[in-house]
């Protein structure tokens, strides 16, 4: 199984840029499906961004399209999410998720429950 660490959360101001890491270990990130969600106080959990396996196919909520950017380093085994032109409704506590690629087919993945591995959370906050 892989273990999945995240990492690059902190207080920023609105309009500001961030780059959330994930690290895994155990096994290549390659070998599964990924997803970013984000959970606010007193809200549920949400996918904000998914990719399939193979990486070609992916899924940005409506609320960050254009904003957010998911991308994978092989080298490092390491996904990452890129978080452009923050706003005070971005803050939540943000999870990687990883579900086995070999029962994943090509598709991305949006649900909690559709996920096998979660990290322990970073702390995005945003100020306006």
């Known amino acids: 199984q892989v273990q999945l660490v995240e990492s690059g959360g902190q207080l920023v101001q609105a309009g500001a840029s961030l780059r959330l890491s994930c690290a895994a270990s155990g096994r290549t990130l390659n070998s599964y499906a990924m997803g970013w969600f984000r959970q606010a106080p007193g809200k549920e959990r949400e996918c904000v961004v998914g990719i399939n396996w193979r990486g070609g196919s992916t899924y940005y909520a409506e609320s960050v399209k254009g904003r957010f950017t998911i991308s994978r380093d092989g080298a490092q085994n390491t996904l990452y999410l890129q978080m452009n032109s923050l706003k005070p409704e971005d803050t939540a506590v943000y999870y990687c998720?990883?579900?086995?690629?070999?029962?994943?087919?090509?598709?991305?993945?949006?649900?909690?429950?559709?996920?096998?591995?979660w990290g322990q959370g970073t702390q995005v906050t945003v100020s306006s």
């Open positions: 998720a990883a579900r086995e690629g070999y029962r994943s087919g090509y598709r991305y993945y949006t649900r909690t429950l559709e996920y096998d591995y």
